[in-house]
């Protein structure tokens, strides 16, 4: 891939998003910074571009050396945020896929998506089967690259904090020394491991003769970044 990298982040206001972003800006090997939201957020880079949306349209690019060969995907909500299943749907769904083919009529090549551990259509959690849904449906459009990245429970600064997740936090940290081999990808993992995760893979540089499509569960994650 090229030194002169530039690349798109569709959700910089949530978790994952907004730690990929600061690495991003921090990155040499990326010239570009495209910022696709809803709402405005508070950074200011020489290398940020923010194109705010409510649809989350981006607006079409005319010099082809601006044009993003990277999308990072981080959007998604909770049931409990979204207020019903099918509002859920529609989000972790419906937009995904709906930006991800804004992205590859900008010229993305490469796609990676933040899913989550267990995502199947077969799950019997519907935020799961929402995850597998939208990944079945992701490998329908004809990218050249696409990976999942696929963390178990996260950890890091939210502007609210859940006290589902203060719960689970507590438990496993009691537990945590017992998780190990499989068990591993179920551990908490930082936002910002998965954001130098993200940002690995958008830099490395080969070439991709046939279509790819990778799954990176936490245990890779921290693999890729040591």
């Known amino acids: 891939m ?12 949530g978790l994952v998003g907004q730690s990929t972003l600061n690495t991003a800006l921090d990155n040499e090997s990326i010239s570009r910074v495209y910022s696709l939201s809803r709402r405005p957020i508070g950074i200011e880079h020489q290398k940020l571009t923010q194109w705010l949306s409510p649809e989350l349209n981006p607006p079409a690019i005319n010099s082809l050396s601006d044009c993003p060969l990277v999308g990072v995907i981080a959007l998604g909500t909770t049931l409990k945020k979204a207020g019903s299943k099918k509002k859920l749907h529609a989000v972790d769904v419906e937009l995904v896929i709906k930006v991800a083919k804004n992205m590859q009529a900008l010229g993305v090549q490469h796609i990676i998506v933040v899913s989550c551990l267990g995502a199947s259509t077969k799950a019997r959690s519907h935020y799961l089967r929402c995850k597998g849904e939208m990944e079945m449906a992701m490998q329908q459009l004809d990218m050249v690259k696409l990976t999942y990245m696929q963390p178990g429970p996260l950890s890091g600064p939210r502007e ?9 936090q507590c438990v496993m940290k009691i537990i945590n020394p017992f998780m190990v081999g499989a068990l591993a990808n179920y551990k908490p993992i930082e936002s910002i491991d998965v954001a130098h995760a993200i940002i690995h893979l958008a830099t490395e ?10 799954r990176i569960n ?7 970044i040591r």
């Open 205 to 214: 540089q080969h070439v991709v003769k046939d279509k790819q499509v990778k």
């Open 2 to 13: 090229s030194q002169r990298l530039s690349i798109v982040i569709a959700g910089a206001t």
């Open 160 to 168: 609210e904090q859940r006290i589902d997740e203060k719960l689970l």
């Open 218 to 224: 936490t245990s890779q994650m921290l693999a890729l």
